[in-house]
Antibody
Framework: QVQLQQWGAGLLKPSETLSLTCAVYGGSIEGYYWSWIRQPPGKGLEWIGEINRRGTTNYNPSLKSRIVISVDTSKSHLSLRLNSVTAADTAVYYC???????WGQGTLVTVSS | SSDLTQDPAVSVALGQTVRITCQGDSLKNFLPNWFQQKPGQAPILVIHLRNNRPSGIPDRFSGSTSGNTASLTITGAQAEDEADYYCNSRDNSGFYVFGTGTKVTVL
């Protein structure tokens, strides 16, 4: 059974860089699209971006200038980096596989001075 | 506009049928997905690409589209169906957009 396990720093100061990892267990990371999604506390879901099977990325225009999504196939890791964070970036961040059929458990990232 | 609009909340009596709608221009060109999210949990895909149920999703969940509106129907709602529901689809720029979400209460 394929599982996605996420981790990363949960508390950041404004202007720092958010860095999250999503590990794929029990299956391959290759051959799929992978997305990151976030959800501010008490609010709805926001798509952050995706990386396709060829490694091409597609980012939400509202975040495009600050984000990098990458895949390390040797480790079966999906990564998200979001720089220059502010309080508005406080959210639960999720990774998800192709078609959103499989989700990570979510990581709460809080930005506070 | 690439927005997907949902009613904020709906309620349904136990065992009855409820329809949740999602409206947006992107739905004229792209098939929707539907997600169920319970408090403190990650979303779960309940309908994939308009009307396909992933393995393990009860057949009381069904989806449809008409023009710029997608619908998720729960036929014979159960107490465990009480949750937030979100639609999503690609938009005309190739990005994904999520709906505003609907809170379903089972009475």
């Amino acid at each position: 059974q394929v599982q996605l396990q996420q981790w990363g720093a949960g508390l950041l100061k404004p202007s720092e860089t958010l860095s999250l990892t999503c590990a794929v267990y029990g299956g391959s990371i290759e051959g799929y699209y992978w997305s990151w999604i976030r959800q501010p506390p008490g609010k709805g879901l926001e798509w952050i971006g995706e990386i396709n099977r060829r490694g091409t990325t597609n980012y939400n225009p509202s975040l495009k200038s600050r984000i990098v999504i990458s895949v390390d196939t040797s480790k079966s890791h999906l990564s998200l980096r979001l720089n220059s964070v502010t309080a508005a970036d406080t959210a639960v961040y999720y990774c998800a596989r192709d078609g959103f059929e499989l989700w990570g458990q979510g990581t709460l990232v809080t930005v506070s001075s | 506009s690439s927005d997907l609009t949902q009613d904020p909340a709906v309620s349904v009596a136990l065992g009855q049928t409820v329809r949740i709608t999602c409206q947006g221009d992107s739905l004229k060109n792209f098939l929707p997905n539907w997600f169920q999210q319970k408090p403190g949990q990650a979303p779960i895909l309940v309908i994939h690409l308009r009307n396909n149920r992933p393995s393990g999703i009860p057949d009381r969940f069904s989806g449809s589209t008409s023009g710029n509106t997608a619908s998720l129907t729960i036929t014979g709602a159960q107490a465990e169906d009480e949750a937030d529901y979100y639609c999503n689809s690609r938009d005309n720029s190739g990005f994904y957009v999520f709906g505003t979400g609907t809170k379903v209460t089972v009475l």
